[in-house]
């Protein structure tokens, strides 16, 4: 079996999480991931702190170990939600869309493993300075808000900038982008994507329906006039979007556009108006699957590829 030094970090079976994707990762899924042996996070999203102690009790009744919150740095209630993640004790922080550097203290304080996502190398040093535990470097193949580096560039630059622990996240869906993502120098993986078809995942059939059918070509990518740009699957909405961001339409109606886009798509399934976000894999996943199917499948494989290597060598 394999184990890394991630695995002993978070105490978890397999160096495997599951990213933090808004209206998406639930009490529910993430108890599934941790039971399957990697580590399941709640997405705290804009929501208060009030819900996410809702929803860290509620998976402390699904699993009896450990369990994550993805903080989106943006959010008008993070301190309040950065409160509750340390009252309530949880084994990882995960964060997003900032520098939580403001936070980092109280939460390991508190002791909560703090491992921000990072899309460059100078942000996985900062973090490395203020005292996070190890980081996510997040490729640009990924879903949601994105980078400009793709995943095979930036993982081994921040591997080589940094001492503490790197996880590979970005176009990684099965066993070869897992060990790819080792041979990168990295101890394990964030998985966002494939998990969006979990039979544990609470989001829209048509949600799930959307990423089954999908290929290579299937995303988009909007919102770089506005500086932050989501990566999700071509749909009505997506296409049109992507039309208007290019009209004289002013800024501030085109941030309209995209309000309260991701609810109306995982909790609706309204391809209209809601924004389906998914990363490059989505091509790849093909079928729905428990969240413990997924993992012990990709760890399988993970596996066999490391195995098959050696018949590379003279």
Not at 27 to 34: G, P
Not at 150 to 161: E, G, I, S, Y
Not at 166 to 190: E, P, S, Y
Not at 254 to 270: Q, W
Request: glycine share 12%.
């Amino acid at each position: 079996m394999i184990r890394t030094a991630l695995c002993e970090l978070c105490g978890i079976r397999y160096p495997v999480f599951q990213g933090g994707m808004a209206h998406v990762s639930d009490a529910k899924l993430a108890a599934a991931v941790t039971n399957a042996g990697g580590l399941g996070i709640i997405s705290a999203m804009s929501r208060d702190g009030a819900y996410i102690r809702e929803q860290i009790r509620l998976a402390r009744t699904l699993t009896d170990g450990p369990i994550g919150v993805n903080v989106m740095l943006m959010s008008p209630f993070v301190g309040d939600v950065a409160a509750v993640i340390a009252e309530e004790h949880v084994e990882v922080v995960t964060t997003g869309a900032g520098d939580p550097s403001a936070h980092v203290t109280l939460w390991k304080n508190a002791g909560c493993r703090v491992i921000p996502v990072v899309p460059s190398v100078a942000l996985a040093k900062r973090m490395e300075r203020v005292g996070a535990d190890a980081v996510i470097a997040e490729g640009g193949e990924s879903g949601g808000h994105i980078g400009e580096l793709a995943t095979m560039p930036l993982v081994p630059q921040v591997v080589d900038a940094i001492s503490i622990p790197v996880i590979a996240a970005g176009g990684i869906g099965d066993g070869r982008g897992v060990a790819a993502a080792f041979m990168l120098g990295a101890v394990g993986v964030q998985i966002g994507t494939r998990f969006l078809t979990a039979k544990e995942c609470g989001i829209h059939q048509h949600y799930k329906d959307l990423v089954l059918k999908a290929g290579d070509t299937s995303t988009i990518v909007t919102g770089r006039r506005l500086g932050h740009p989501v990566r999700s699957l071509k749909t009505p909405y997506s296409r049109n979007y992507a039309k208007q961001e290019y009209t004289d339409i002013s800024a501030e109606d085109l941030e309209a556009l995209g309000v309260g886009s991701l609810r109306k798509a995982a909790v609706d399934g309204d391809e209209k108006e809601g924004c389906y976000i998914a990363g490059q894999i989505a091509g790849m996943v093909n079928r729905e699957q428990t969240a413990a199917e997924m993992i012990e499948e990709i760890m399988s494989q993970t596996e066999q590829v490391l195995a098959n290597a050696v018949n590379f060598m003279g």
